[in-house]
């Protein structure tokens, strides 16, 4: 077990590389696809601290399995979690949504071949697990600018939640720009904002400082979000493997 395990970890850092970093940022989805025929296994592990009047706490948890059909187009199959408490509300752990995505770059994956410029579309329906009869859409469209050293970002996310009785629509803009200090290590910094549109939540909003790293088959990127309006701090950690 011991042996299929180190085999497992060496296959995941080996000399392979991974199509560099999905995302340089740990809010912002980025701009780059999975080569064709590939797969990716990706996580996130989110926490939002003291947000809204009533001081909600959560630790959100993604999971997906990424496959590119083609080089323009990925499918996501994903699953989500929460751990949920605030002044009004007993802690609660438990399973949200699972459902499925659609990534779209109209330019070529080869970064030499596409230029500075680039884009990707992201279209998303979870089912919800508690709300039987309720669904959720998510949109993106990203935008990104590379120029030697220096990336930047911009991502514009809108959700939807509908429900027999009730709907709720949100944006959530969010970007940023990213250096590279040594080989495929990068620092930064990022802003992300949820402004509810239709529900009774409260808009909030943070900046901070971000981080990437590309080792082998693995990435992750990190951010911390230091509260600016309606919530103290909400840090996340988005990384990946290609199999």
């Not at 592990?45 to 909600?56: A, H, R, S």
């Not at 752990?93 to 499925?100: E, I």
């Not at 050293?149 to 959700?159: N, P, T």
């Not at 901070?208 to 230091?226: F, K």
């Amino acid at each position: 077990m011991h042996r299929t395990a180190a085999a497992f970890i060496a296959l995941l850092l080996g000399s392979a590389t991974a199509h560099a970093g999905r995302s340089h940022f740990g809010w912002s989805y980025g701009t780059d696809i999975i080569p064709e025929r590939g797969t990716e296994l990706e996580w996130w592990i989110l926490e939002e601290n003291k947000e809204g009047d009533t001081n909600k706490d959560e630790t959100a948890f993604w999971w997906g399995l990424l496959f590119a059909v083609t080089p323009h187009w990925e499918v996501g199959i994903t699953t989500e979690a929460q751990f949920e408490k605030s002044d009004v509300e007993e802690p609660d752990v438990r399973f949200t949504r699972w459902g499925g995505e659609l990534r779209y770059r109209p330019q070529s994956p080869d970064p030499i071949d596409a230029g500075p410029f680039a884009t990707k579309f992201r279209l998303g329906v979870k089912r919800l697990i508690e709300e039987r009869a309720g669904i959720r859409g998510e949109a993106d469209v990203i935008a990104s600018y590379t120029k030697g050293r220096i990336h930047v970002a911009a991502d514009l996310g809108v959700i939807g939640i509908r429900l027999p009785d009730d709907e709720e629509v949100e944006v959530r803009p969010s970007g940023g720009v990213s250096l590279s200090v040594v080989q495929d290590f990068r620092l930064g910094v990022e802003t992300y904002a949820e402004i509810p549109l239709v529900a009774e939540d409260k808009a909030w909003w943070v900046v901070g400082p971000t981080a990437s790293l590309t080792s082998g088959r693995v990435w992750v990127a990190a951010t911390y979000g230091i509260g600016i309006l309606g919530i103290r701090d909400a840090p996340r950690i988005t990384f990946g493997a290609a199999l």
